[in-house]
Every structure is written in structure tokens, then in C-alpha cells.
């Protein structure tokens, strides 16, 4: 390039800037904006650090606005409603249990409500077993929101809230432990009652997470609610009202930040519900801010009626008395803690024909369930969950369907993200909580 030409490249006149072959840049734009016009299309996920759990949004962005944005699932597919038509009765709470994987307990126990109510032995569930599916679901919702409280704050850069999250959550597994052997998918809810009662060690843990929790609550407000950092990322983003709830079919806390105290443990009582005293807890913000604020105030509404349940825990049995019902729950277990007891084989080999025939159809086949359809919904952590379960008459479900809070409420995502900026897209998306496993179910 000559010096001439480098000359005119840099020459300037009344703000005007020209090229080395002398055409005005300005014109030669002409019109286009490159920062309003161009648009980029984003794959954000499928992975946890960014999604909240297995799901891929599409988005669409004008530099760091979202233009549109959509949902895509099916990456955690699983097929565990058809897989139900395939196992008897009993056999589909180990089924159900691992779709909300962090609240399986929620998922069991519609699961077992709407098998009684086909059943017809709603009135016959003992009230002890009911005070501990209450106690058990409530230390559920518990450890769920805790889960939601450490993986939205390590999303959004409290990294430290995801350590004391997931180490209280251990104090509720430890108790589950205690309770059915296992730590998740318990299987423990089964229709008839539970699987078996509550021992000693499992109700002194309660006793101390009982008296543990209510001064760990009180470091995550500490942590997080005085933070300028997380007030900037929560308050006024995502916002969903009201009317944009009902409009999508969002419940649960999403639904209760924006003002509507709905909670069906209170419009839609079930399991003796509506014999605690407890709050539903609301906001009017219907932002994240709003909803951080209603999920802290459930746990400690919850560890109200997990008092409650405590206090009124009384000796009983924990399953309806037919005992075709009842297996295998009043199976005696071997020393292995797996196989039959000896004096049980000793029963069912020795005593008549009949009771190994007996033993032998309910193992093979479980119990035979009336004709006919049911819908059954309870309060999950999420929002209302709901078992459209329906029977031909046979030992296996003809068709089990649930309405998942998971899958209801990722419409809202567009709803939410189309106008925001694209770091707001996680702080929302995480506010929803949705569990990608009952979303695939």
C-alpha cells in the first residue's frame, strides 16, 4: 500500500471516514445494524450445570436478548408409565418411585392413593400409617427444596450454598435409611399402608433434624437473602403472574410466588391434612425473589407438621388388615435381611397345600383390582401430581398417567425468558425446579 493511499485510508472530514479505495464505510453499510439485527441461535444444555437437569433450550438471541426460546425434552426418557402395564399392582411403586427422583415419596404415595381408592379402601388405612406418610412426605418436600436451594445457588454463583444445601439434604437420607433401607426410590409407600413401620432409631434422628434445621435456615438467609449479588440476579426476573399461571397450568410454588395461596394439601385435603395446623405461604412478587422466598417458608412450615405428625405418632399397625393387600409388607425376612424366614418357609411348605398355592399367586401375580378409572392428586414440591390410574379388573394396571408438575410448568419457560436477557434464562429456568425424570417419565 502507498503512502497515499494509507493517507486517504485514515482521512477524515466532518466525521466522515473513508476507505483505501475511497467509498464512505457508513454508506457502505448502508442500514444494517449489526448489533439489532443479527440473530444467533443457542443450544443451551442438556447438561445440569446450566439447565437445571437434562433439558436443552433452544434460544434464539439478538445479541444478549432472548428474540424465542423453546423447550426441548426426551433426553432422560425412561417409559416407566408403560412399563407399569407390565408389573402387578405392588410391583409399580418401585416403578413410580424413580420418576421425580427427588421426591419419590410424593410419587408413591399418588400412586398408592389411587390404587386404594380403586381398591375402595380409602377408610380402611390406619391412621398411623397416614401420620407417616405425612411425616415422610413433608421430610421429602424438605430435602427437595434444599436440592433446589444449592443447585440455584451454585447456578447463579453462590457456590457455597451448594455445599450446606446437600449437607442437610444427608440428615433426611440418613432418616429415609433408617426407615425403608433406602436412601432414594425407596418403593416404602405402598397401596394398603407402608412397607413397614418406622423403627426407633429412624424417630430419634427425626427428633434431632427437628431441632437442627431451624438454625440452618436462619445461615442461608444470612448467605443469600442480604446478598446484593443475589437480589440483582433474583428480583424482577422471570416474572410470571397470576394469570399467566393459570393460563399454562403452573402450580406449586411458581404459582404461590405470584399470589394465589393454592395448595392442595389445604383446597384438596388428603392423608388427614387437613387435621394440621400449618400455613400456605405466598408471595406477590412472582419473580425468582419471589419464589426463593415462598420455598424457604415452606421447609419451615413443613418442619411444623412434621412436628405434628411426631406428636401424634401412636402405636398401630402401619397396613390394612387383608392380608392379600398386605403382602408383601407382613412377609417375615430372613436373617439376610432378604430372603423368606425360615419359619415362614417352614408355614407355607409344611402346614397345606394351599397356603404355598396362596404364596405363590401373590408373588407371582399380586392382587386383582376392581374394574374401573381414578384420578388422584396431591401437593409434590412442585405443584400438584397428579395419577389417572385405570384398571381392567387384573392383577397389572391397564394404563397408569401422571400429571407431572415437572412437565406442566417448563411451558412457562418461553413465557418467562422471550424479552430477558440470556442470564436470566437460568435463574428462571432453575426457579421452575424441574426434575427432568418425572418430566420423562
Same mark, same amino acid.
Given at each position: 500500500?502507498?503512502?497515499?493511499? =494509507?493517507?486517504?485510508?485514515?482521512?477524515?472530514?466532518?466525521?466522515?471516514?473513508?476507505?483505501?479505495?475511497?467509498?464512505?464505510?457508513? *454508506?457502505?453499510?448502508?442500514?444494517?445494524?449489526?448489533?439489532?439485527? @443479527?440473530?444467533?441461535?443457542?443450544?443451551?444444555?442438556?447438561?445440569?450445570?446450566?439447565?437445571?437437569?437434562? !433439558? %436443552?433450550?433452544?434460544?434464539?438471541?439478538?445479541? @444478549?436478548?432472548?428474540?424465542?426460546?423453546?423447550?426441548?425434552?426426551?433426553?432422560?426418557?425412561?417409559?416407566?408409565?408403560?412399563? &407399569?402395564?407390565?408389573?402387578?399392582?405392588?410391583?409399580?411403586?418401585?416403578?413410580?418411585?424413580? $420418576?421425580?427422583?427427588?421426591?419419590?415419596?410424593?410419587?408413591?404415595?399418588?400412586?398408592?392413593? /389411587?390404587?386404594?381408592?380403586?381398591?375402595?379402601?380409602?377408610?380402611?388405612?390406619?391412621?398411623?400409617?397416614?401420620?407417616?406418610?405425612?411425616? $415422610?412426605?413433608?421430610?421429602?418436600?424438605?430435602?427437595?427444596?434444599?436440592?433446589? #436451594?444449592?443447585?440455584?445457588?451454585?447456578? &447463579?454463583?453462590?457456590?457455597?450454598?451448594? !455445599?450446606?444445601?446437600?449437607?442437610?439434604?444427608?440428615?433426611?437420607?440418613?432418616?429415609?435409611?433408617?426407615?425403608?433401607?433406602?436412601?432414594?426410590?425407596?418403593? =416404602?409407600?405402598?397401596?394398603?399402608?407402608?412397607?413397614?413401620?418406622?423403627?426407633? +432409631?429412624?424417630?430419634?434422628?427425626?427428633?434431632?433434624?427437628?431441632?437442627?434445621?431451624?438454625?440452618?435456615?436462619?445461615? =442461608? *438467609?444470612?448467605?443469600?437473602?442480604?446478598?446484593?449479588?443475589?437480589?440483582?440476579?433474583?428480583?424482577?426476573?422471570?416474572?410470571?403472574?397470576?394469570?399467566?399461571?393459570?393460563?399454562?397450568?403452573?402450580?406449586?410454588?411458581?404459582?404461590?410466588?405470584?399470589?394465589?395461596?393454592?395448595? !392442595? %394439601?389445604?383446597?384438596?385435603?388428603?392423608?388427614?391434612? @387437613?387435621?394440621? @395446623?400449618?400455613?400456605?405461604?405466598?408471595?406477590?412478587? /412472582?419473580?425468582?425473589?419471589?419464589? =426463593?422466598?415462598?420455598?424457604? /417458608? +415452606?421447609?419451615?412450615?413443613?418442619?411444623?407438621?412434621?412436628?405434628?405428625? $411426631?406428636? %401424634? !405418632?401412636?402405636?398401630?399397625?402401619?397396613?390394612?388388615?387383608?392380608?392379600?393387600?398386605?403382602?408383601?409388607?407382613?412377609?417375615?425376612?430372613?436373617?439376610?435381611?432378604?430372603?423368606?424366614? &425360615? *419359619?415362614?418357609?417352614?408355614?407355607?411348605?409344611?402346614?397345606? $397345600?394351599?397356603?404355598?398355592?396362596?404364596?405363590?399367586? #401373590?408373588?407371582?401375580?399380586?392382587?386383582?383390582?376392581?374394574?374401573?378409572?381414578?384420578?388422584?392428586?396431591?401437593?409434590?414440591? %412442585?405443584?400438584?401430581?397428579?395419577?389417572?390410574?385405570?384398571?381392567?379388573?387384573?392383577?397389572?394396571?391397564?394404563?397408569?398417567?401422571?400429571?407431572?408438575?415437572?412437565?406442566?410448568?417448563?411451558?412457562?419457560?418461553?413465557?418467562?425468558?422471550?424479552? /430477558?436477557?440470556?442470564?436470566?434464562?437460568?435463574?428462571?429456568?432453575?426457579?421452575?425446579?424441574?426434575?427432568?425424570?418425572?418430566?420423562?417419565?
Amino acid at each position: 500500500m502507498s503512502t497515499d493511499s =494509507y493517507a486517504s485510508a485514515r482521512e477524515t472530514t466532518e466525521g466522515r471516514v473513508f476507505t483505501v479505495t475511497g467509498g464512505d464505510w457508513r *454508506e457502505t453499510l448502508g442500514g444494517e445494524d449489526p448489533i439489532h439485527d @443479527e440473530r444467533i441461535v443457542v443450544n443451551l444444555g442438556p447438561q445440569h450445570p446450566s439447565t437445571h437437569g437434562v !433439558l %436443552r433450550l433452544v434460544l434464539e438471541l439478538e445479541g @444478549e436478548t432472548v428474540v424465542d426460546a423453546r423447550a426441548v425434552i426426551g433426553y432422560l426418557h425412561t417409559g416407566i408409565e408403560k412399563n &407399569l402395564e407390565f408389573r402387578n399392582w405392588v410391583q409399580g411403586s418401585t416403578f413410580v418411585t424413580r $420418576m421425580d427422583y427427588l421426591a419419590p415419596i410424593f410419587n408413591e404415595t399418588a400412586y398408592a392413593l /389411587a390404587v386404594e381408592k380403586l381398591l375402595g379402601i380409602e377408610d380402611q388405612i390406619t391412621p398411623r400409617a397416614n401420620t407417616i406418610r405425612v411425616l $415422610m412426605m413433608e421430610l421429602n418436600r424438605i430435602s427437595s427444596h434444599l436440592v433446589w #436451594l444449592a443447585t440455584t445457588g451454585m447456578e &447463579l454463583g453462590a457456590i457455597s450454598m451448594m !455445599l450446606y444445601g446437600f449437607r442437610e439434604r444427608e440428615y433426611i437420607l440418613d432418616i429415609f435409611e433408617l426407615a425403608s433401607g433406602l436412601r432414594m426410590n425407596m418403593a =416404602y409407600v405402598r397401596p394398603g399402608g407402608v412397607a413397614q413401620d418406622l423403627p426407633a +432409631e429412624a424417630i430419634k434422628k427425626i427428633h434431632e433434624f427437628l431441632a437442627y434445621l431451624p438454625k440452618k435456615l436462619k445461615e =442461608y *438467609e444470612d448467605l443469600l437473602t442480604g446478598q446484593i449479588i443475589w437480589q440483582e440476579r433474583t428480583k424482577g426476573v422471570a416474572v410470571l403472574d397470576v394469570p399467566g399461571c393459570l393460563s399454562l397450568g403452573v402450580t406449586g410454588p411458581v404459582l404461590r410466588s405470584a399470589g394465589l395461596p393454592w395448595d !392442595l %394439601r389445604k383446597t384438596m385435603p388428603y392423608c388427614g391434612y @387437613e387435621t394440621y @395446623e400449618f400455613d400456605v405461604p405466598t408471595a406477590t412478587t /412472582a419473580d425468582v425473589w419471589g419464589r =426463593y422466598q415462598v420455598r424457604l /417458608a +415452606e421447609i419451615r412450615e413443613s418442619l411444623k407438621i412434621v412436628q405434628q405428625a $411426631m406428636d %401424634r !405418632l401412636e402405636p398401630g399397625p402401619v397396613m390394612v388388615q387383608d392380608r392379600k393387600i398386605a403382602w408383601p409388607a407382613q412377609l417375615a425376612i430372613g436373617m439376610d435381611g432378604m430372603g423368606n424366614s &425360615l *419359619e415362614h418357609v417352614a408355614k407355607i411348605m409344611g402346614q397345606s $397345600m394351599e397356603s404355598l398355592i396362596h404364596h405363590f399367586k #401373590l408373588v407371582t401375580e399380586g392382587f386383582r383390582v376392581p374394574p374401573g378409572q381414578v384420578y388422584v392428586q396431591i401437593e409434590s414440591p %412442585r405443584g400438584e401430581l397428579g395419577v389417572h390410574a385405570v384398571s381392567d379388573g387384573g392383577t397389572r394396571p391397564y394404563r397408569v398417567h401422571y400429571r407431572e408438575p415437572s412437565f406442566v410448568n417448563l411451558q412457562a419457560i418461553p413465557a418467562m425468558a422471550e424479552g /430477558a436477557l440470556l442470564a436470566d434464562v437460568i435463574a428462571g429456568g432453575a426457579s421452575l425446579d424441574p426434575v427432568m425424570g418425572g418430566c420423562d417419565r
